[in-house]
């Protein structure tokens, strides 16, 4: 087992969405599996009124767990301070409630624009030596990004801020690296010498349900795509790392961001398709004209060598058929012998934790080998902020975004919403609930003779 390193997490936004559907659940199940230091406390912060006994018996009403003892000494780590983080007089109190001799860990689980008063507030108090953990979006374009991680690295080094995208924590997704780059079988054949198309699917069946407001503002370009498929695209395309270390990975990461065409206007219209699903205007806190995108799907290109005329297809939305996260590697076909057939490399991330090879059996037969990647692991599948909670516990960065990598992914997500701001781009196509989002987004894949894969 790991070291349980001992720390005193300053939990901002303890109150919201995020930190009670997914936070405090992860810190519990970590607990529950012994994987806490015994002494680590965990002080939630947000500006409704309260206190320990109180928030204690909201998460008690809100994640009311089975295993009584478990969850009663888990409470016990728990503390709630009530303060409104835009006055700066909130930080001195709170820094007082962190021990000296334990490593501070903030984890700002709020909106951005409370990203720069808190570190500055924080640093000012004399915890300049807290992690940060950033949750995304962080900024809503690359003038704001740039803004923000800039004032926050006036506070706190870049070694010091872990900027949160969940799905590296996914376990699946991190796989990837290893089917790439330690097996023979892949990496010889990974390159547009092999590779007809990449298609990445991350698809919900759910709507924005009580986001509305935030998600407005937000659109699945930003909320999606410009990170989470853009990262599993970096898994997929980058070149091999010098080595397996945070900053090695990361450089290799950001390599292949650059290597992105970014788009012009015009380019935006052919390469990028926008949708809204039926009924998303009427959902609460929605303005009743939005043109917000509820699916966004992009022909990406990248100009490395490695890549030189294969198509990237990136899609997400929201109100789909199917819930499924997953990577398309469609193989070209080998000139034929027995019979034509193509290999087709598909990796799930969810439902399914999977890896599956479409191989030609002989006799015309196409036959799956399947991986069960939660099936063959010898551990417990942790859920993805689990993951990554131990991550900046034992102050390991490589599953977090470094700032010019993130930069980089909104250079070229910018001038894609920059288009859809003018009132001249075409408007979000309208698609079914329970569909595969925008029918626009077919032309991407049939202009290069492809189909979105595997339905
Ligand atoms: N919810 C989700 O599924 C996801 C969220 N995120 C991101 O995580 C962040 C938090 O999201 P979410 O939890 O949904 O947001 P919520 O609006 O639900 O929660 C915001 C939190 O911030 C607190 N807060 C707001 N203003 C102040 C203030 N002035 N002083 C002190 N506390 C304040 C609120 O306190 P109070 O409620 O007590 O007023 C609340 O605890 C956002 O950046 C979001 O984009 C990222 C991925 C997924
Ligand atoms: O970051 C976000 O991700 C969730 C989807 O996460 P998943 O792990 O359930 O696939 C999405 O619903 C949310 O809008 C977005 O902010």
Redesign the pocket.
Known sequence: MLPRPDFDLLL????????L??LFPALYRAHAHGLLHPDARIIG????AGNDHSFRQRLNETLAREDGHAWDAFLRRVHYI?????QTD?FSALAQTVRPDVQPIAYL????D?FVPVCRGLAQAGLSRARVVL???LGHDLASSRHINAEVGRYFPEAQIYRID?YLGKPALQSLLPLRFDNLFFEPVWHSGCVRSVQITVAETLGVGT?GA?YDR?GALRDMVQNHLLQMLCFTAMERPASSDADAVRDAKLAFLNSLRIYRPHEADIYAVRGQYAGYTAEPSVAPDSRTETFAAVQVVSDSPRWAGVPFYLRSGKCMAQKLAQIVVDFKPAAALFGQSANRLTVSLQPDETVSLRVAAGGGQTGEMVLDLAAQSPERRMEAYETLLLEVIGGRLALFNRRDELEAAWAWATPILARWQEPSAPAPQIYPVGSWGAAAADALTARNGDVWLPF
């Open positions: 901002f936004g303890a109150s919201g969405d995020l930190a559907r997914k912060i947000g500006r409704s009530s303060a409104d983080l835009s909130a689980s709020t909106a951005p409370l949750e995304k979006p969940h986001r935030f937000t």
